[in-house]
């Protein structure tokens, strides 16, 4: 028995129950202008939202001259050159540091937070309450109060300058968040298709796998997707426990920025590229992410 | 459904494949030479010294660089815990004189003299005295300058052409105040003066600070009794507040150097008030539209006879480095008179790292590149004097900044308060009592260490 077979298809359900619009011509106009309305102030919000990416990118084609101008210029003859300027400055090994980092502390998350999730979501005990309020309270307290304590016990550790140390701390740091989300995610799942499950013989790891699992995919990857943001994005363990071996993509952007001189179409372009990869990850995922991000939030 | 998850599992696996390709190659490629790490602050000087690194690296076989370059607020704050903790990622570190000499004195840098001495050619006589003297502890230097710089006053001579005007050849704040308002010229979107509002001790505080010793107030008297609150501080404080507020540049609270940089390059002021480094930007045809444009004229003064600051970026090795000579190496091979050289004929005299060494105002080429400005320049460094600012007797050296380590989260907030007067949030008074409370604070420290 496959778990799509358990699971109604609900999604076509509320197009066929809903009515159809009366015959008279009035309301429609009124809707019609009202959905052109609606769409009209849609864009407008979207372009509000995504106009500084486009500026950020439309800046790194220019000339330091041309990005400092004031009124902004919106026409110029486009270039390469800071483009240039970054890759020439060894970019790829913080590509690979972060990629490492980020990569590795989401899978680590997700081994360690699917089973920390099922058992506070399926199997609750007394302390759950306790417990899940114990996870996001180390959320509570800000890193700055922790990062000289973190770089002393590095430092002793010989853990300075070590991808490794990254990817501990973006693990801790991801796992409390990934455990509400999944946690959320696991009791969408209606206990009906466990039970089955469980009768027909299957096992914890075998439900877990290829009953669960499957109905939660989406939610499991959106998930995946804000923890590889925020471990992607991650400046300031980076900045402080970095040096020349494991300095990640932020760490890299930031030397763009000087007290000296015109900086900001280099620093575009860095960012830029930064924010390729997980541009990309988004629009790969982007399916699964829209159905798993509403998943816990409509019921 | 169930296809949700193998397409997201190749593109982690390929991902990962890539980065573990990548990671490799971010090892240090050989294993027998020596790697040096050096922190450096991400300014332009700094970057023309990266691309020429192989040509050290050619000139000492087995030794490779590498460098960690960060804007100067997170490179400071990352150079202060590495030392401080004793971390020791780095080999050498770019610091400035604010931490030098404190530094040497916990003992957490290495004393260069042994090696300075050690080294032929490499002729420590011919920094500027007022640098050397900043950067040495018991007479001994810990740290080389890389370049230094003082303070002053650039201006449009076209633009007081145009107005008829001219520049006194000794400017004081008053005729500053005077120029600014007959230049001041908002619906040409040209302000009077940029002057910096921004809060942050190395901001706004480096320009208020020499302007504040030439008005002949103090932050502290002999005894550590804060003097924020004396008639000299408030006179000083009301005017430069003042200055900005009616003639300066739009939104002042929230530029900094790097945005009055900007604007006087771009022609949106009329005089610019700052550090001598700004001429690399302001005089350089890709960033600038008034290149050649640009009088200067010394720091301004009211009460003493010098206005301006004394800084430099300069290079250390922590105690704690474990290739102490091939760190020395570097060093003495970034401030040598020959990487000058170096710098003048591959991009060119104005690229030059200036104010270190007193040779470099010899240079023809350089001379001549820098005609407008290098007299100004050295003028204002040489005169500056860290052990006497102001006019009066102070606990305390340093002109742009107190060299004491609770200045950091002082200066901080003091100019904090500042920046709110000049955005009009709080009255220069109301400022000036908070900071008097802070002030005092560190000032009792010191009291009862005395004791």
């Not at chain 1, 700055?144 to 590095?154: I, N, R, T």
């Not at chain 1, 550790?157 to 801790?172: C, K, R």
């Not at chain 1, 541009?279 to 991000?293: D, K, M, S």
Request: charged content about 15%; overall charge negative.
């Amino acid at each position: 028995m496959t778990a799509e077979a358990l699971v109604k298809p609900d999604a076509a359900a509320p197009r066929a129950t809903r009515a159809p619009a009366p015959p008279t011509a009035r309301p429609r106009r009124r809707g019609a202008v009202g959905a052109a309305a609606l769409t009209t102030a849609t864009w407008a919000i979207a372009l509000v939202f995504v106009s500084p990416a486009l500026w950020l990118a439309l800046t790194a084609f220019k000339q330091e001259g041309d990005a400092a101008t004031d009124p902004p210029k919106l026409f110029f003859e486009p270039t390469l050159d800071q483009f240039r300027t970054v890759l020439a400055s060894d970019f790829l090994p913080y590509l690979g540091n972060s990629l490492t980092a980020t990569l590795l502390s989401t899978l680590l998350v997700l081994l360690l937070g699917v089973p920390a999730a099922y058992a506070l979501s399926i199997r609750p005990v007394r302390r759950t309450q306790d417990v899940l309020f114990f996870f996001i309270s180390t959320k509570m307290l800000p890193v700055v109060a922790v990062v000289v304590p973190l770089y002393v016990a590095a430092a002793r550790l010989s853990m300075l300058d070590n991808i490794w140390t990254l990817v501990v701390l973006y693990t801790a740091m991801n796992l409390p968040i990934a455990v509400w989300m999944l946690r959320s995610f696991f009791l969408e799942v209606p206990r009906s298709i466990i039970e089955a499950a469980s009768m027909e013989g299957a096992g914890l790891p075998r439900v877990l796998w290829s009953v669960m699992l499957p109905v939660m995919a989406p939610g499991v990857a959106a998930t995946a997707l804000i923890c590889m943001i925020f471990s992607w994005n991650e400046f300031f363990l980076a900045v402080n426990l970095t040096a020349s071996q494991a300095a990640t993509v932020p760490v890299f952007m930031v030397g763009f920025i000087t007290s000296e001189g015109l900086f900001w179409a280099q620093l575009a372009a860095a960012a830029t590229l930064a924010s390729l990869p997980i541009v990309v990850i988004g629009w790969t995922a982007q399916r699964q992410l829209v159905r798993g991000l509403s998943m816990g939030a409509v019921k | 459904m169930r296809t949700t998850l193998p397409p997201l599992a190749a593109l982690c696996t390929g991902t990962l494949l890539l980065s573990g390709c990548a990671g490799a190659g971010a090892l240090p490629a050989g294993t027998d030479g020596t790697t040096l790490v050096i922190a450096i602050v991400a300014n332009p000087q700094m970057q023309d010294a990266v691309s020429l690194q192989s040509e050290f690296e050619a000139e000492n076989p087995g030794v490779s660089v590498k460098f960690v370059s960060l804007p100067e607020n997170e490179a400071r704050a990352k150079i202060t815990t590495s030392i401080a903790t004793g971390g020791g990622e780095f080999d050498a570190v770019m610091i400035s004189n604010y931490e030098t000499r404190q530094w040497a004195g916990y003992g957490w840098l290495e004393n260069l003299q042994p090696y300075i001495d050690a080294t032929d050619g490499y002729d420590d006589a011919d920094f500027i005295p007022s640098i050397r003297e900043d950067l040495s502890h018991e007479g001994d230097m810990y740290s080389v300058p890389f370049y230094g710089e003082s303070s002053f006053l650039a201006y449009r001579t076209d633009l007081f052409e145009e107005a008829g005007l001219e520049m006194p050849e000794n400017p004081t704040w008053d005729e500053v105040a005077e120029l600014a308002a007959e230049l001041d010229d908002p619906e040409a979107g040209v302000a009077g003066v940029c002057l910096r509002g921004l809060a942050g001790w190395g901001e706004v505080l480096a320009p208020f600070n020499s302007l504040l010793n030439t008005f002949g107030g103090r932050w502290y008297d002999e005894d550590w009794n804060a003097q924020l609150d004396s008639p000299e501080f408030r006179e000083a404080a009301g005017f430069y507040v003042d200055l900005v507020r009616e003639h300066g540049q739009a939104g002042a609270a929230n530029s900094g150097f790097g945005d009055c940089l900007n604007r006087y390059s771009q022609g949106r002021a009329a005089m610019f008030y700052d550090s001598t480094s700004m001429v690399s930007t302001v005089e350089d045809p890709d960033s600038s539209t008034v290149v050649g444009l640009s009088g200067y004229a010394p720091a301004p003064v009211a009460e003493s006879g010098y206005g301006g600051w004394l800084y430099t970026w300069s290079l250390g090795i922590p105690a704690t480095s474990e290739h102490k000579d091939e760190a020395w190496a570097f060093l003495s091979w970034m401030t040598d008179k020959d990487y000058i050289r170096t710098v003048g004929e591959e991009y060119g005299w104005q690229r030059v790292p200036p104010g270190n060494r007193l040779s470099t105002f010899e240079i023809p080429e350089y001379q001549e590149a820098a005609g407008a400005y290098a007299g100004p320049m050295l003028q204002g460094i040489e005169n500056a004097d860290p052990e006497n600012p102001g006019t009066r007797p102070v606990p305390y050296t340093g002109i742009g900044f107190l060299a004491i380590p609770e200045f950091q989260d002082l200066g901080t907030r003091v100019s904090q308060q500042l920046s709110a007067a000049i955005a009009g949030r709080v009255t220069v008074d109301e400022a000036l009592e908070q900071s008097q409370r802070y002030a005092q604070t560190v000032g009792d420290a010191y009291k009862e260490e005395d004791r």
